[in-house]
């Protein structure tokens, strides 16, 4: 009897790859490496995906102390953009694409009225497909639709109104616009729903006016560009200035300089005269961010009043397909349990037929 060798056609081949595609060794492959992604991404700071100098140049600041030397390399190696890099997307791209072919593949066997297909374990095995899939789907409209603003401050008792052009600050609560957030007096935080805010840092600020000698005004100014303000707000996320051009002043406000600043730590305020920069006086503001009552200066012919004004710096996200994530996790989560104790069900049962086969033989 002669046998004949069936050479392997096209067809053959597309049917192996297709295997690949909707098999599990191929879906466990990117979990895998998506996991090792975002653990990483979880592990080292990423940078601010915003066009904000000062705030890239705060990361950096921040980074550079964390990871010294290493930084450069790590920043080189794109290990600070992890889930903005395309290799990353690619990942997730493939990963939707093998949702999608595997749920394809079970709607065809369900089709067939294939004897597995109809059991309970195969379904919650759809559901899970489906739902990783909406899952995917919702995380990138999110990043199409919806935006983050990194490093917003704002002093206690204002709201903020977030926009995709920019940011603005009120100086009292409000709740206008769609996407805004309020901290109250007492640095609590209420905000709309579709935002997410996350406390990343609080610390001292004051508010600051002053009158001259004859009881008029004075003006501030806290940089070249910006207008003269008769009171000002200033958040002492690090050392800051402030002009006052009729007193002839530069204050310079130092916050504590302790790597892990307490809630009570005091605030020193130095008073230099311009021209020529020689120091006329130095004050120590105490109680930090839980101070209460304003303080008053008086230098020469100029009387400061700095008011306590807390900040809080937030990082805020705007996810206008959260309850799309929030229901295709659900159904992820239902999909998982609900394969799980099916299939554990299925195995005691085949476990104790066979048992039983086992006795009966043995009595025969």
């Given at each position: 009897?002669?046998?004949t060798?069936?050479?392997?056609?096209?067809?053959?081949f597309?049917?192996?790859l297709?295997?690949i595609?909707?098999?599990?060794?191929?879906l466990?492959?990117?979990?895998?490496?998506?996991?090792?992604?975002?653990?990483?991404?979880?592990?080292?700071?990423?940078?601010?995906?915003?066009?904000?100098?000062?705030?890239?140049?705060?990361?950096?600041?921040t980074t550079?102390?964390?990871?010294?030397?290493?930084t450069?390399?790590?920043?080189?190696?794109?290990?600070?953009?992890?889930?903005?890099?395309?290799?990353?997307?690619?990942?997730?791209?493939s990963l939707?694409?093998?949702?999608?072919?595997?749920g394809i593949?079970r709607?065809?066997?369900?089709?067939?009225?294939?004897?597995?297909?109809?059991?309970?374990?195969?379904?919650?095995?759809?559901?899970?497909?489906?739902?990783?899939?909406?899952?995917?789907l919702?995380?990138?409209?999110?990043?199409?639709?919806?935006?983050?603003?990194?490093?917003?401050?704002?002093?206690?008792?204002?709201?903020?109104?977030?926009?995709?052009?920019?940011?603005w600050?009120?100086a009292s609560t409000?709740?206008?616009?769609?996407?805004?957030?309020t901290?109250?007096?007492h640095?609590?935080?209420r905000?709309?729903?579709?935002v997410?805010p996350?406390?990343a840092?609080?610390?001292?600020g004051?508010?600051?006016?002053?009158?001259?000698?004859?009881?008029?005004?004075?003006?501030?100014?806290?940089t070249?560009?910006?207008?003269?303000t008769r009171?000002i707000?200033?958040?002492?996320t690090?050392?800051?200035?402030l002009?006052?051009?009729?007193?002839?002043?530069t204050?310079?406000?130092?916050?504590?300089?302790?790597a892990?600043?307490k809630a009570?730590a005091?605030?020193?305020?130095q008073?230099y005269?311009?021209?020529?920069?020689?120091?006329?006086?130095?004050?120590?503001?105490?109680?930090?961010i839980?101070?209460?009552?304003?303080?008053?200066w008086?230098?020469?012919?100029?009387?400061?009043?700095?008011?306590?004004?807390?900040?809080v710096?937030?990082?805020?996200?705007?996810?206008?397909?959260?309850w799309?994530?929030?229901?295709?996790?659900?159904g992820v989560?239902?999909?998982?349990?609900?394969?799980?104790?099916?299939s554990?069900?299925a195995y005691?049962g085949?476990?104790?037929?066979?048992?039983?086969?086992?006795?009966?033989?043995?009595?025969?």
């Amino acid at each position: 009897m002669t046998t004949t060798k069936t050479e392997p056609t096209s067809r053959d081949f597309w049917r192996y790859l297709w295997q690949i595609a909707t098999g599990d060794y191929l879906l466990a492959a990117l979990y895998a490496a998506i996991a090792g992604g975002v653990g990483l991404a979880a592990w080292l700071p990423q940078a601010p995906d915003i066009h904000s100098a000062s705030a890239y140049a705060q990361w950096f600041s921040t980074t550079q102390d964390q990871f010294g030397r290493l930084t450069t390399g790590l920043q080189a190696l794109g290990l600070f953009t992890i889930t903005r890099a395309w290799g990353f997307r690619l990942l997730l791209a493939s990963l939707g694409g093998v949702f999608f072919l595997r749920g394809i593949e079970r709607v065809g066997q369900w089709r067939r009225g294939d004897e597995q297909a109809r059991q309970k374990p195969y379904l919650f095995h759809l559901l899970t497909e489906f739902a990783g899939l909406l899952l995917l789907l919702s995380l990138f409209l999110s990043r199409l639709c919806g935006w983050q603003q990194e490093y917003l401050i704002i002093h206690y008792g204002e709201t903020a109104i977030v926009t995709l052009t920019g940011v603005w600050t009120k100086a009292s609560t409000g709740t206008n616009g769609p996407t805004w957030v309020t901290v109250d007096e007492h640095g609590q935080l209420r905000y709309s729903p579709t935002v997410w805010p996350f406390v990343a840092e609080r610390g001292p600020g004051f508010r600051v006016t002053g009158t001259d000698a004859e009881g008029h005004p004075l003006t501030f100014k806290q940089t070249i560009n910006t207008p003269p303000t008769r009171q000002i707000d200033v958040a002492l996320t690090e050392e800051q200035y402030l002009a006052v051009p009729e007193a002839n002043l530069t204050l310079r406000m130092i916050p504590s300089s302790d790597a892990d600043r307490k809630a009570d730590a005091p605030v020193v305020v130095q008073a230099y005269r311009s021209p020529p920069g020689r120091l006329e006086g130095e004050i120590t503001i105490e109680g930090g961010i839980e101070r209460t009552e304003a303080m008053e200066w008086n230098i020469e012919d100029a009387t400061l009043v700095f008011a306590p004004s807390p900040y809080v710096r937030l990082r805020m996200m705007f996810a206008p397909t959260l309850w799309m994530t929030s229901v295709s996790l659900l159904g992820v989560a239902t999909g998982v349990c609900g394969e799980t104790f099916f299939s554990h069900v299925a195995y005691v049962g085949n476990r104790g037929e066979g048992e039983g086969e086992g006795e009966d033989a043995d009595g025969e």
